[in-house]
């Protein structure tokens, strides 16, 4: 089944606004079976909006919408869509009803101008929305049928989910795109590449995309144009045989957060962990922290940005004479300390040069020593990480989780 | 002077990739007084590209395309509009010789395939592309001009900026779309609208919005299709009585980061600080650290997520018992034991519930208490912040910037 989206708004044109709504809305039909052939973005214009979605409608016969459903001026698309059917709008009491509740709910008085939401083309279906003020409108006529919903992320979100994918999926004949993304981190894509090269004829006809980022490298496994029940088991399998070469490298699936994953496996074994950190400067925690649940793991640390802070953690000046903070030395030294200080059954520490300054010939920008202590030992790890100071920073706080996850867990083995 | 954006990707379609570029294109070609009328988007799929650009051409006479350049088979898109204009391809020796520098340069060696990205429509002007292997290509003939630039974001970018900006800067008869962002944190939008109503009527012709984000609210000044020079003045001006209004709360203009502001309003003062950690985790000290020569000022800090840790950085017990971790007594006992142990003039402490569990009657989530301490003694602050627990640490860091920042300049004035 094809369809085209248009999506409605001077701010998107302008740049003001990036569409993130369509991506979201072309992963979500694709998966049930829709495709999206074509997307036009037009101004919050009558004209520009009718001839958009005519021209639309007259290729494809369906047409989704997204924007112009909201209480102003700008806001015609609906009028657009019922002149170009031909269809008188009707007052909904009901819909002014629950409209005047919503507000009412939020302290607010109703305006009479937004009158005009409770406004719907004769014969639509109206598609309730629970997430804002404008229902999403499903309007058939003789010139095939127009889908409309608002351009508030969540309820376009929410309508398209919860509405639209369920009707569309019901007509599809069965051919759907569907992908999965298995997630890698501790290797770089050309030895990725390397491990999953035996494996890239076996998983023929589902096509595989290489993603890398600051967290690592995204496997995304698509199914193309398959019934919905092959094209799941086969990205499953797919996935499995994925895993199998890349063992501890594939972390997760989908949006799965390695910090996530390193706290639950920890919470499994009853370890606790704490950090030192010197060039991620509370990165590594705040990735840690951001999960909830993290206390039942995470004790805390030290930011020993200044040298005078390793010392103070119990890093002695001769080492830090002698080797430099960003050395094997100072690393092992500070986990050491850290783990002592902060009572963890684990810490890690990490000290690097993220640049853009204060680098040398010996020690790039980018070198990153990482720390590990633990109850067997102390232990440490060399990295050059490429990118900006932000990115230099963001991938040794990545790679910092997936060292201790690999520990955590093939202590508990 | 109208212009349609002509984007060329399945990935685009599909919603595996968010469409950036367009909206940095809007953005860059309105400021310059180019306005991009119509957007429209395309599957790798010579028939649809080229309906596409053809009915553009149509309506315009100036087309912008973006992707489908690059060697594989599905980038057929420099092929599509030769034949549009018909115009041979013709093969450019010197875009050859610089492409296999290029690859010699990166350690590769270039493959029989990227000989197609040395071909150009006969009479196209070449756009270099120093971020790339694509160049840009600007085709004029009949039907109007078509400007094809690369889907890298980077290399788009480069080439738009640099090579297409300027041109069309050129030729435009003056009325451009120009903002300008006054950046606000501290003060809901409410009290932001009531600070701001007295002087919107002084802003026309100038348009005003208000963007909240988690690091509050910016201030979106825009001029409408006014001369440059009239635009700028305009724009500086308004954005002048704005920051009038606002005080402190306007802590910067366009994308400043408010960490930054903070370092260099302390490295004007040689002010050192530094941060003890509950709730945010490492959130500030990442935020801190983030900016480049941070060590000229930040000293380091604690992340103090246990209990345990609180007392061992310096808080009683009886503190903590009495009052419980989030309280008045707590963060300044946190804040003043931390710009003790590690020598700071200034220190902040951030404790708080970010959920989603935690909360109660009396401290619902969202409770964040925040404490100071400096040579000229001991402060706290209480807020409760919306949001999800991700959201409410963001607003817990920022306010935290915020506040340091606030009394840094006061200190030094």
Avoid at 200 to 226: C, I, K, Q
Avoid at 291 to 316: C, E, H, M, Q, T
């Amino acid at each position: 089944m094809n369809l085209e989206l248009v999506t409605i708004g001077t701010e998107l044109l302008l740049g003001f606004t990036v569409d993130t709504n369509a991506a979201f809305a072309g992963q979500a039909l694709a998966a049930a079976g829709a495709r999206i052939v074509r997307r036009t973005t037009v101004a919050d214009d009558p004209a520009a909006v009718r001839d958009a979605i005519s021209e639309a409608l007259a290729r494809t016969g369906l047409v989704l919408t997204t924007g112009g459903l909201g209480p102003t001026r700008d806001d015609l698309s609906k009028n657009v869509v019922a002149d170009l059917f031909e269809l008188p709008l009707e007052f909904h009491p009901e819909l002014w009803t629950a409209l005047t509740e919503r507000f009412a709910r939020m302290g607010r008085k109703i305006s009479g101008r937004n009158r005009c939401q409770a406004e719907v083309p004769h014969g639509a279906t109206v598609l309730p929305n629970r997430w804002g003020t404008a229902p999403g409108l499903w309007i058939t006529g003789g010139r095939g049928e127009v889908i409309m919903l608002p351009g508030v992320p969540i309820e376009m979100r929410g309508l398209l989910t919860h509405e639209v994918v369920p009707r569309l999926a019901a007509r599809t004949a069965g051919a759907v795109v569907r992908s999965l993304v298995v997630r890698t981190t501790g290797v770089p894509e050309s030895s990725l590449a390397d491990r999953v090269s035996a494996l890239e004829d076996t998983l023929a006809p589902l096509s595989l995309a290489y993603l890398p980022s600051l967290e690592g490298v995204d496997l995304r496994l698509t199914a193309w144009n398959m019934e919905p029940a092959a094209a799941d088991s086969a990205l499953q399998s797919a996935a499995d045989r994925l895993r199998g070469v890349l063992g501890n490298n594939a972390y997760g699936a989908g949006e799965d957060d390695l910090a996530a994953v390193l706290i639950d496996a920890c919470r499994a074994r009853s370890t606790t962990i704490a950090v030192a950190e010197s060039c991620t400067g509370g990165m590594l925690g705040a990735r840690i922290t951001a999960i909830p649940g993290s206390s039942d793991v995470f004790v805390g640390g030290a930011i020993v940005y200044a040298n005078r802070l390793k010392r103070d953690l119990g890093v002695s000046e001769r080492i830090l004479e002698a080797h430099g903070a960003v050395s094997e030395e100072s690393v092992k030294a500070m986990a050491q300390a850290c783990r002592e200080r902060f009572g963890a059954d684990r810490a890690v520490a990490v000290s690097g040069i993220a640049g853009p300054g204060g680098g040398s010939e010996e020690k790039p920008v980018g070198t990153v020593w990482f720390g590990f202590a633990a109850a067997d030992g102390v232990g440490a790890e060399r990295y050059v990480f490429p990118g900006t100071r932000q990115e230099i920073r963001a991938r040794a706080a990545q790679f910092a989780l997936f060292a201790l996850w690999c520990r955590a867990k093939s202590a508990g083995a």
